[in-house]
Each structure stands twice: as structure tokens, then as C-alpha cells.
């Protein structure tokens, strides 16, 4: 997903040069998951943003690899759907996927553009899928909270609960932060010992979410008070699915190394690593060689 407007960065994040050869951080994973044999990339991004991602990956990847690129739009909704009033944003990560159904048919993972998520994270992910074939069975690959914090400023983040290893709720909390000798939501007053799973939206998907996503969208747009800027989020729409006993979901533990950019004093920290990394020989430079 690389829908984004950069905010708090200040500028589109998701197309930033953070590689040692200029790679936009989202190659790094899709370097990854093409190593775990994943064969299909789908980017969904803004409308104005299609032509210029497409040259850039279609020009880097492998030519064996499928690609699509879609465009998120506020207007792309169930047949029948429309609403009235003005609306500026799209409507939420949960829209963003469904902006895939025509596209994908198998399982799937789903990714933010401007997060590195690690190598056995796809690995976790792809033997997930391998192991899990037709069954209505979804996995979230969980990060260990006090390893997802910013040092420049608050970050919202999913906190998950689990039995069994099967997620039994996820709580979004929008203004963690790390303090002198806390970790805390500034918003609720919620202490955290930092040592929680959180989702940082690295999720595997069945294709049945595509249709819950039609209806939730029907739904939810039907609400006149939620057509200004109301959102349906990725974790909200799974959440719906599990407490409707459409699905399961399976909280894998990650033991990679994730960063993001969430602010722009977070780019130093991402451009350092991803140059560590190359200089150790996790990755090569140039990332991609199609020659």
C-alpha cells in the first residue's frame, strides 16, 4: 500500500530514495518477498502517482515477475454505491486492499510501502501461506512494540491480544510514545511494558476479504456522518471478520528487524540501516541487475 500523503514526513515517504543506489524503501521488501517466492506485486497508490510507480518498478523487477498498479480512488465503490457531499481522502487501508479484487485470486500479503519489515518476515509469511492453502485462515506478522517506536514523535500503533496464538482483539492506539521510564499512550493514559505485539500491517490475506470489504463498505458509507472523512481501516475490517467467525487469524511472532518513516528526522535512521545492511552483504547494490 502506497496511498499515503506523507504528512507528518512532508513529503510522499513511499518514493523517497532511502537505498544506497537511490531504491525507495518499498524495493527492499519487495526484493525480499521475491526471494520467498512471491511472483505477483500489486502497488496501490493515487491516481496521479500510477504511470510514474509503474515505469519505476516495471524497469527494476525481474521480467518474469506480474505487476500491477492501481489506483486507490474516493469514487471506485460496490455497484449501486454513491454518496452525497464532498470527500477528499479515499476511504482507509480497508478500501485500499479491495481496490485489488480484480486482480488477485490467491492468497496474499499485504504490506505498508514505507516500512521495513526484515527477510524472515516474508519467509514467516510465504511458509504461512504454503501451510494454509484453502482454509479460511489469515496471519498477522507481529512486532514487538518498544522495537516500532519513533524517537522523534508519537506513532499510532495496533496493539494485539491473542490465545493460542489465534489474535482474540486488536486495539488501536493513536499517540504512543516513549518517555523517560514508559512507554505510553498519550491519548487513553495507557502504560505499556513495551514487550506487546503490535500490527504494523503486514498481514495474509485469503481472497474472501474481498467481498466483507463490499458490504462493509456499503455499510459504512450508507452513514451520511462518516462521508466527510471517516476511514475503514485494514485492522477494523479483519477484526469484524474474526468476531463474525468468518475467519481466524494466526499472530506470528516476527524476529526481524523493522523501521519506518514516520517523520522526516526518522529518514537518517532508515538510510543508515539500509546501508549497513548492503555494506554486510544482506542485500546487493545495485538492488535490482535485470541486465
Avoid at 226 to 246: D, R, S
Wanted: charge should be negative; include cysteine; aromatic fraction near 10%.
Amino acid at each position: 500500500m502506497a496511498a499515503g500523503s506523507g504528512s507528518r514526513y512532508g513529503k510522499l515517504k513511499q518514493f523517497d530514495d532511502l537505498g544506497p543506489k537511490e531504491e525507495f524503501l518499498m524495493e527492499f521488501s519487495i526484493y525480499d518477498a521475491l526471494n520467498n517466492g512471491f511472483d505477483h506485486i500489486v502497488a496501490i497508490t493515487k491516481k496521479d502517482n500510477v504511470e510514474f510507480l509503474k515505469e519505476h518498478l516495471s524497469s527494476r523487477l525481474p521480467k518474469n515477475i506480474k505487476l500491477d498498479v492501481l489506483a486507490q480512488e474516493i469514487n471506485d465503490l460496490p455497484e449501486g454505491v454513491s454518496f452525497k457531499g464532498e470527500r477528499i481522502k479515499p476511504w482507509g487501508t480497508a478500501h485500499a486492499v479491495w481496490t485489488a479484487r480484480n486482480v488477485i485470486k490467491n492468497a496474499f500479503a499485504i504490506i505498508n510501502a514505507d516500512d521495513y519489515y526484515g527477510k524472515s518476515a516474508f519467509e514467516s509469511a510465504a511458509n504461512f501461506i504454503r501451510n494454509n492453502r484453502d482454509q479460511p485462515t489469515f496471519g498477522l506478522i507481529a512486532y514487538t512494540l518498544k522495537n516500532t517506536l519513533s524517537e522523534h514523535g508519537s506513532v499510532s500503533r495496533g496493539v494485539c491480544k491473542s490465545e493460542n496464538g489465534k489474535l482474540t482483539s486488536i486495539n488501536e492506539h493513536t499517540k504512543i510514545e516513549k518517555q523517560t521510564n514508559t512507554i505510553t499512550d498519550l491519548d487513553s493514559g495507557t502504560n505499556f511494558s513495551g514487550e506487546e505485539l503490535v500490527s504494523m500491517n503486514f498481514w495474509v490475506c485469503q481472497p474472501t476479504i474481498f467481498p466483507f470489504i463490499t458490504e462493509y463498505l456499503k455499510e459504512f458509507i450508507s452513514d451520511e456522518n462518516n462521508i466527510p472523512k471517516g476511514e475503514i481501516y485494514l485492522p477494523f475490517a479483519i477484526k469484524e471478520m474474526v468476531a463474525a467467525n468468518l475467519i481466524d487469524v494466526d499472530v506470528i511472532p516476527s524476529e526481524s528487524q523493522w523501521f519506518g518513516v514516520t517523520y522526516a528526522s526518522d529518514k537518517d535512521v532508515a538510510v543508515s540501516e539500509l546501508q549497513r545492511m548492503t555494506d554486510n552483504g544482506e542485500y546487493r547494490s545495485p538492488l535490482w541487475d535485470n541486465d
